[in-house]
């Protein structure tokens, strides 16, 4: 069965950097487009970043450009979020998302918490 495990999130202070991972396990990984979303307390889900399946390709919300990488490893079915120049307004819960590259069915994993705080 699809399983999605993110780890990596914590509290860091503002200008601080963290690396999220996403552990996919139950398909064929190199097939599926990856996503980071986010969810902040109070406020709607939404799309932080995006890689295509074959990492050729990546999108990034306007409010992390710049501050946000996202990649991906083939070998260890892994998508990874880096994020430096934390701000306190990138507080959320983060979310890594697959969808196969064909179709629109939609997995998720479970989040992991990022408080950026002084």
């Known amino acids: 069965q699809v399983q999605l495990v993110e780890s990596g999130g914590g509290l860091v202070q503002p200008g601080g950097s963290l690396r999220l991972s996403c552990a996919a396990s139950?398909?064929?990984?190199?097939?599926?487009?990856m996503s980071w979303y986010r969810q902040a307390p109070g406020k709607e889900r939404e799309l932080v970043a995006t890689?295509?399946?074959?990492?050729?390709?990546?999108n990034y919300a306007d409010s992390v450009k710049g501050r946000f990488t996202v990649s991906r490893d083939s070998a260890k079915n892994t998508v990874y979020l880096q994020m430096n120049s934390l701000e306190p307004g990138d507080t959320a819960v983060y979310y890594c998302?697959?969808?196969?590259?064909?179709?629109?069915?939609?997995?998720w994993g479970r989040g992991t918490q990022v408080t950026v705080s002084s």
């Open positions: 890689i295509t399946s074959t990492g050729g390709s990546t």
């Open positions: 998302k697959a969808r196969p590259s064909w179709g629109l069915r939609e997995y």
């Open positions: 139950g398909f064929t990984f190199s097939t599926y487009v």
